[in-house]
């Protein structure tokens, strides 16, 4: 009777083995979170067919990666708001040992610097209307980054083509969105370079998440590396058109499915554990790296990186391959986005203008003078000189009397950075401060002085000498003011001279 029991506890034992080892890496530690929105059948526009498709495949992608998943497709405003809102819910109850993620796939856009994810009953007249019926990303990134959890990670199949009419004025694709100024322990995915659409692909899913069903399988795979080959893996389908990008503050390692048996890995091709060094290299740094490389080895490789510095050195080095061309428009276009970044971030008169100094013909453009009119009358910058100069003491310290000390000459104010405010609040001067000064003792007159008495009747100088005498007499009383103040009615002619 005792064998039929330890068979089973045997059966038993080895179950559990089988189960600890197919099992993602971190399930049995961590909860698993999953918000998967596929936006397909937009009312107003024509319909993303294959949106609804990427989310039944991340659906069940992220089942088997040990995630409770909630789906939720064809959202309008108010639903897709409620279904964030309802995630946080559940997130939040699940305690700080919490891995959250968030896949979207449909519509985005950029108005004035912030992206949107676009609900299916969007139906804009102009592009005022976005922020009303659109959902800010930013919503999105903060209710969640308002959360303690172990990490937040965004997966956004949303940078396609913009198919609204009414917004020829939105840019291309989507701002770059940095985790670094947010929360930490956070990692966001475009499905393409900011500023870049997305395609569609000729399969039922896009490029992005057809690369993201297969490569997020691999085993022991940490999430950066995830992104990497997925990277890799849309730049060779789409023929170096869409490059996926994607920022990380993540403070915890990450991996949708735990290490095979043997615990090996493949390698990217040419790829060397330097080469996967994230973006904190020099330009000459990648020079020595490339040198020597088969061109098709050093693509994969800063395709891998997606840093300025690495496509800066793959041009330079491989002038004639006929990549070369598509790196130096990636280069451009990244450059610009990072200059759109810092001008909307600084969010002043000056940062608009030194914007449009460099990208005046850009897709950007009317964007960037739509919000320099916004602030120019807001805000100012001096001049690094001027705004660098301590504070002279007459300003720092008030003088008693005001008009007892030279008033220090107004720092100066470039009227093309920053306009002239004719009217402030504390432009309006001070009352004075009457001083009780004690009177000075009257010397006695020397006997040069002459004085200067109204001549008899009989014997008086004519009306206008008259007037001469009283406004000399008013102008030294009044210290050396009064040549300019003089008039009938007001003299006295018994002052001094001296």
């Keep these: 009777m005792r064998r039929p029991v330890f068979r089973n506890?045997?059966?038993?034992?080895?179950?559990?083995?089988?189960?600890?080892?197919?099992?993602p890496t971190g399930a049995a530690a961590e909860a698993?979170?999953?918000?998967?929105?596929?936006?397909?059948?937009?009312?107003?526009?024509?319909?993303?067919?294959?949106?609804?498709?990427?989310?039944?495949?991340?659906?069940?992608?992220?089942?088997?990666?040990?995630?409770?998943?909630?789906?939720?497709?064809?959202?309008?405003?108010?639903?897709?708001?409620?279904?964030?809102s309802d995630f946080a819910g559940k997130v939040s109850a699940s305690g700080a040992d919490t891995v959250a993620l968030v896949f979207y796939a449909g519509h985005g856009l950029q108005i004035d610097g912030e992206n949107y994810l676009v609900p299916v009953d969007l139906d804009p007249k102009r592009e005022a209307d976005i922020p009303l019926q659109g959902v800010r990303l930013n919503d999105l990134l903060n209710t969640l980054g308002a959360l303690p959890t172990r990490a937040r990670i965004f997966m956004l199949d949303a940078c396609r083509n913009n198919p609204f009419p009414a917004l020829s004025g939105a840019g291309h694709g989507l701002a770059i969105?940095?985790?670094?100024?947010?929360?930490?322990?956070?990692?966001?995915?475009?499905?393409?370079s900011p500023g870049s659409e997305a395609e569609d692909g000729s399969g039922i899913d896009s490029p992005y998440t057809t690369a993201a069903l297969t490569v997020a399988k691999q085993p022991n795979l940490p999430i950066e590396e995830v992104f990497k080959r997925i990277r890799v893996a849309v730049a060779q389908s789409t023929d170096g058109r869409q490059i996926p990008w994607e920022s990380s503050s993540l403070t915890t390692d990450f991996k949708f499915f735990g290490g095979d048996s043997s615990g090996s890995q493949t390698a990217l091709p040419g790829a060397s554990s330097m080469a996967l060094a994230s973006g904190t290299r020099s330009l000459e740094d990648w020079r020595k790296d490339l040198q020597g490389k088969p061109a098709m080895v050093a693509y994969e490789i800063v395709i891998t990186d997606d840093t300025v510095p690495a496509y800066q050195a793959y041009i330079e080095l491989y002038a004639q391959d006929t990549r070369t061309p598509r790196l130096r428009t990636i280069v451009e276009r990244?450059?610009?986005?990072?200059?759109?970044e810092r001008a909307t971030a600084i969010n002043t008169r000056a940062s608009f203008e030194a914007y449009l100094a460099n990208w005046d013909n850009s897709d950007l453009a009317a964007t960037a003078r739509r919000l320099l009119l916004r602030v120019q009358n807001r805000n100012y910058v001096l001049p690094a000189?001027?705004?660098?100069?301590?504070?002279?003491?007459?300003?720092?310290?008030?003088?008693?009397?005001?008009?007892?000390?030279?008033?220090?000459?107004a720092s100066p104010i470039n009227p093309t950075i920053a306009p002239?405010?004719?009217?402030?609040?504390?432009?309006?001067?001070?009352?004075?401060?009457?001083?009780?000064?004690?009177?000075?003792?009257?010397?006695?007159?020397?006997?040069?002085?002459?004085?200067?008495?109204?001549?008899?009747?009989?014997?008086?100088?004519?009306?206008?000498a008259l007037g001469v005498g009283i406004g000399i007499g008013i102008g030294m009383g009044m210290g050396g003011r009064g040549g300019n103040y003089g008039g009938p009615g007001h003299g006295d002619g018994y002052r001094s001279r001296y």
């Design 9 to 23: 506890l045997f059966l038993a034992s080895a179950l559990l083995a089988l189960t600890q080892l197919t099992m």
């Design 420 to 464: 002239v405010i004719k009217k402030r609040v504390d432009d309006t001067p001070p009352k004075r401060k009457v001083v009780d000064t004690p009177p000075r003792p009257r010397r006695p007159p020397p006997d040069e002085v002459i004085y200067e008495r109204a001549p008899p009747p009989d014997r008086g100088p004519p009306p206008e």
């Design 177 to 192: 969105v940095d985790t670094k100024a947010g929360a930490p322990g956070s990692f966001i995915s475009y499905s393409t």
């Design 32 to 84: 698993r979170l999953a918000l998967v929105i596929g936006q397909s059948a937009y009312r107003t526009v024509p319909e993303l067919p294959n949106a609804a498709n990427d989310a039944k495949g991340m659906t069940e992608l992220l089942g088997n990666a040990g995630f409770t998943v909630t789906t939720a497709s064809n959202l309008a405003q108010n639903d897709m708001r409620q279904a964030i």
């Design 385 to 409: 000189a001027v705004a660098a100069a301590p504070a002279p003491v007459a300003v720092a310290m008030a003088p008693t009397c005001p008009c007892s000390t030279p008033t220090p000459p």
């Design 334 to 340: 990244r450059r610009q986005m990072l200059a759109w």
